[in-house]
Nanobody, 121 residues
Framework: QVQLVESGGGLVQAGGSLRLSCAAS????????MGWYRQAPGKQRELVAQ???????NYADSVKGRFTISRDNAKNTVNLQMNSLKPEDTAVYYC???????????????WGQGTQVTVSS
């Protein structure tokens, strides 16, 4: 069993900041990538930011320069610092981990339960 638990969502005014955190626990052998996705009402889930083991990062164009992803490989945690938030950032944010739960297993994607981020104008 693998669990991803998120924290840090909430309500903030436009221009404000929030920090999301996610911790992966359970039967984990190795983690390849951790990241954050978001889904707004009526829209598809989209990648926000991802960090690969080794430290390379990917960001959605809409958040570049405003959001920063970081990861603690030893603790299997990932954080998303969100600055200069805009109303269009409002969504449910999901933590994602691509990992193997044992030696020889395939890479699988695991998801957190989601945390609401609401940015008021």
């Amino acid at each position: 069993q693998v669990q991803l638990v998120e924290s840090g969502g909430g309500l903030v005014q436009a221009g404000g900041s929030l920090r999301l955190s996610c911790a992966a626990s359970g039967s984990i052998y190795t983690v390849n990538a951790m990241g954050w996705y978001r889904q707004a009402p009526g829209k598809q889930r989209e990648l926000v930011a991802q960090i690969i083991s080794g430290g390379s990062t990917n960001y959605a164009d809409s958040v570049k320069g405003r959001f920063t992803i970081s990861r603690d490989n030893a603790k299997n945690t990932v954080n998303l610092q969100m600055n200069s938030l805009k109303p269009e950032d409002t969504a449910v944010y999901y933590c994602n981990g691509r990992l193997k739960h044992m030696v020889g297993a395939r890479w699988d994607d695991y998801w957190g339960q989601g945390t609401q981020v609401t940015v008021s104008s």
